[in-house]
């Protein structure tokens, strides 16, 4: 696995919800992201239900982005990550995974 930001895939930081993921499944690449509101027709809630074919790659949302800073919140949202890697085949097409 590896993580890469915006600037690394050639994204302003203030894109649209709808061209990150646009994006992310152009370059093959999972989208994390922390729970993000559905307001607006570029929303990523919005986005993914017009898009999302059986072979999207899902949207992974840290579910509590606000205990990050909890040591084992963290271990539980990175154990789930990797088991999301380990067998991402089984996730196509599902939209969205809240972890942990």
Not at 7 to 22: E, I, K, M
Not at 43 to 71: A, H, K
Not at 73 to 89: H, K, S
């Amino acid at each position: 696995m590896q993580v890469v930001t915006f600037v690394q895939v050639g994204l302003p930081v203030d894109s649209s919800d709808r061209v990150v993921w646009r994006t992310a499944q152009a370059q093959g690449m999972v989208l994390l992201t922390h729970n993000r509101n559905m307001k607006g027709e570029d929303s990523l809630e919005q986005t993914i239900r017009e898009n999302n074919t059986p072979t999207s790659l899902p949207v992974v949302t840290i579910g509590r982005i606000d205990r990050i800073r909890e040591r084992l919140y963290r271990e539980r949202c990175a154990i789930r990550l990797v088991e999301i890697g380990m067998e991402i085949e089984n996730y196509l097409g599902v939209g969205r995974i809240f972890i942990p």
